[in-house]
């Protein structure tokens, strides 16, 4: 008995001896020194900064794009705008790694760098000046410049995902867009920790936007759901153990804060008219122009069902965490602190609780029980 003990123990001792030096199960057995996709502790500062919501474009508050730069990699049309002019150019121009097309007998220009509309005047005069230079009496008429292929715009969805990759930008693609191309989350991915972000200047400062996986896919929320723009970076980590998507935090829980962006209060539609008039569709501006953040639906007093449900966070300051405002005088947006949270109670869960109960619609502090 004595020996098969000591055989058990001996390989207890050395399957923690491999986890303790950086191993993991994986699909395709025990991995040593496991590389999993983990946030920057720069990328955990810079994203905390922008834990509130931002005006820029967004589902159903969308932007529309400048114009199109022409890049390597992109594929042109030209020709003349009258078919029936005798000027005969090679059909699709596919732009070159040092930026120039081919225009056969009339030589290479350079294209990358400019709109369509700007090429399409450069053309026009290098084929103008040729005609020219070689005595010919042919009216050059304008010339058309169309966009066969856009190869140079995409975006990128990076991390725990099932595959991800460099995906073409089309203009109207969202984070979900961009997480769905990339096959979805895989099961190491966290809801949690998902990021965006932007290109910036090596000098310049960083834009790393929060995104709100849960409410995306669960509440509907367009809150977080942002419009891509070329060059955005999606990027999922690795989950953590102590995740749970809750937005409740206690200073005693080894888990991170919450973000307030995610953690907004959320009120169901009361009015039937609402949920049965059909899809939202988007709107457009122009890029620049900054996009409303529409605040949270005031609670109804003749409907008292229509109610926020999605925990809070309460700023460390409020001189008394019994009388929180009401949720009709709540802020738009709220810091995100390592405080306790506050959440309101249902109706119907009032009137079940066994201790004294604040009137219904009052705010109050959860406070962890003890076993």
């Known amino acids: 008995m004595g020996k098969m003990m000591r055989r058990w123990l001996l390989v207890a001792g050395q399957v923690v001896a491999l986890f303790l030096c950086g191993c993991s199960l994986s699909s395709n057995g025990l991995v040593m020194f496991p590389s999993g996709q983990r946030l920057l502790d720069s990328t955990k500062a810079v994203r905390l900064d922008s834990a509130q919501p931002l005006p820029v474009p967004r589902e159903l508050n969308k932007a529309l794009l400048p114009a199109y730069i022409v890049e390597p990699g992109d594929v042109l049309l030209v020709q003349p705008a009258d078919l029936d002019s005798p000027i005969r150019l090679p059909a699709d121009q596919p732009v070159?790694?040092?930026?120039?097309?081919?225009?056969?007998?009339?030589g290479r220009l350079i294209v990358a760098g400019q709109t369509s509309e700007q090429i399409s005047g450069q053309v026009h005069d290098m084929i103008q000046r040729e005609e020219k230079a070689a005595g010919s009496n042919?009216?050059?008429?304008?010339m058309l410049v169309r966009l066969v292929v856009r190869a140079s715009k995409v975006y990128y969805v990076l991390?725990?995902?099932n595959a991800p990759g460099a995906f073409p930008l089309s203009g109207r693609e969202t984070?979900?867009?961009?997480?769905v191309a990339a096959g979805g989350l895989n099961q190491r991915a966290s809801q949690?920790?998902?990021i965006l972000s932007r290109p910036t200047r090596p000098d310049g400062c960083r834009i790393v936007l929060p995104i709100c996986y849960r409410q995306i896919v669960q509440l509907g929320d367009t809150t977080t759901n942002y419009q891509l723009m070329p060059g955005d970076r999606i990027f999922v980590p690795t989950r953590q153990s102590h995740e749970d998507g809750d937005c409740w935090w206690m200073p005693h829980r080894k888990k991170t804060p919450p973000l307030a962006v995610c953690c907004r209060p959320q009120v169901r539609c009361a009015d039937p008219a609402v949920c049965s008039g059909g899809a939202?569709?988007?709107?457009?501006?122009?890029?620049?122009?900054p996009?409303?953040?529409?605040?949270?639906?005031?609670?109804?007093e003749e409907d008292p069902q229509a109610i926020p449900f999605s925990p809070t966070p309460l700023p460390s300051e409020a001189p008394n965490l019994s009388r929180a405002p009401p949720p009709d005088k709540l802020p738009p947006t709220l810091p995100d602190m390592p405080v306790p949270v506050i959440v309101q109670t249902a109706a119907h869960e009032?009137?079940?609780?066994k201790s004294t109960t604040p009137p219904e619609g009052q705010w109050h502090s959860h406070q962890p029980t003890k076993n």
């Open 96 to 106: 070159l790694p040092d930026g120039s097309i081919n225009l056969g007998r009339y």
């Open 138 to 142: 042919v009216k050059v008429g304008p």
């Open 159 to 161: 991390g725990e995902v």
């Open 175 to 179: 984070v979900l867009d961009g997480i």
């Open 192 to 194: 949690d920790q998902i």
């Open 280 to 289: 939202l569709l988007p709107t457009y501006q122009a890029l620049g122009k």
């Open 291 to 300: 996009i409303p953040l529409p605040l949270p639906a005031p609670v109804s």
């Open 350 to 353: 009032v009137s079940q609780a």
